[in-house]
């Protein structure tokens, strides 16, 4: 009973917002409040509550914080140059790979451009989208790009390019100053053996004139 007279003495203090509240006790003997005079009702005092403080949000998340760059999404990723089964003549072996992404690469989060060539990494993952790669030999050769992130997880991948490299024979053309020889090495040629002395010459006998007969008379 009394519990239930202070809840209904603070809901009608909290709700009627006000100062004052009054107490009375029915015919029925159970107590009454109300913020208006009643006759015979009692003036109550009510506790000094602290006004409500407005709750503040932090600025800053708290936790882990958001990863904005896995909320960056790659639609498209291609090689524009060589063309598929292109032929590329080029004695040192050297060519351009053209690229194309969309949307632009996110050079704020550090991602960066690799090209894998015939299945291994081919030079060191950049932001260009035209790089260039050296030393292929003569011969079919297959390219893909990867978009990578930081930690080296690959984003979007293009689809394989296959291109032709052609390039003249080292023995069609002199080596340049101060480089090693290269070619076809032949194999050192085996000792002769030696010969067998010559068998001593007869000595040298002059043939006799040869002496006909005089026909008879």
Known sequence: MRITAILMLVLVATGAGAEDVYRWIGPDGSPHFSDQPYPGAVRVPLPK???????????????????????????????IGPKP??????????????????PDLNETDNHKIRLVLDGSAGGI?????????????????????????????????????SFYMLSQSALFHPPRPGTPPVGVKQAPRAPMAPRAPRAPHAPFIPAQPRLTPRPLP
């Open 85 to 102: 089964g292109e032929s590329i003549r080029d004695n040192e072996g050297n060519v351009e790979i053209r690229l194309a992404v969309d």
């Open 125 to 161: 993952p950049s932001q260009s989208l035209s790089q260039s790669l050296s030393g292929i030999t003569r011969g079919r050769h297959t390219v893909t790009a990867q978009v990578v992130n930081e930690l080296g997880r690959v984003l979007i991948r293009s689809r394989p390019v």
């Open 49 to 79: 509550f602290p006004p409500a403080q407005p709750r503040r949000y932090s600025q800053e998340p708290t936790g882990k914080s958001i990863n904005k760059s896995a909320f960056y999404v790659y639609k498209r990723l291609d090689i």
